[in-house]
Nanobody, 126 residues
């Protein structure tokens, strides 16, 4: 069974930090390095949007403008896990954060991602 399981969400004050994790399991992810991994987020009443992504092989990254310089994505292929370090959090970062996987290169289009986690809530208070 293919699974992506996010963890690490919670409530934090503006200016604080959180670290999200996404663990991939299942036969599909036996070659985890083949998959580009990404984080998306969805705030109430808004569409799901790309946050940042990382390629499977050369670890190149791509991030959306609002999070550049504040959020950092990384991965550990030996542990089938991807991380999102979020610093200098703002109330506008409040959303459900989703981990997603696709073959090939990182991209911002959510419809290209095959596998999705259930999401983890991040709430930033002002």
């Amino acid at each position: 069974q293919v699974q992506l399981v996010e963890s690490g969400g919670g409530l934090v004050q503006a200016g604080g930090s959180l670290r999200l994790s996404c663990a991939a399991s299942g036969r599909t992810f036996s070659t985890f390095s083949r998959y580009a991994m990404a984080w998306f987020r969805q705030a109430p009443g808004k569409e799901r949007e790309f946050v940042t992504g990382i390629s499977g092989s050369d670890y190149s990254t791509n991030s959306a403008g609002p999070v550049k310089g504040r959020f950092t994505i990384s991965r550990d292929n030996a542990k089938n896990t991807v991380y999102l370090q979020m610093n200098s959090l703002e109330p506008e970062d409040t959303a459900v954060y989703y981990c997603a996987a696709k073959l090939g290169a990182v991209g911002a289009a959510r419809w290209n991602y095959i596998y999705w986690g259930q999401g983890t809530q991040v709430t930033v208070s002002s």
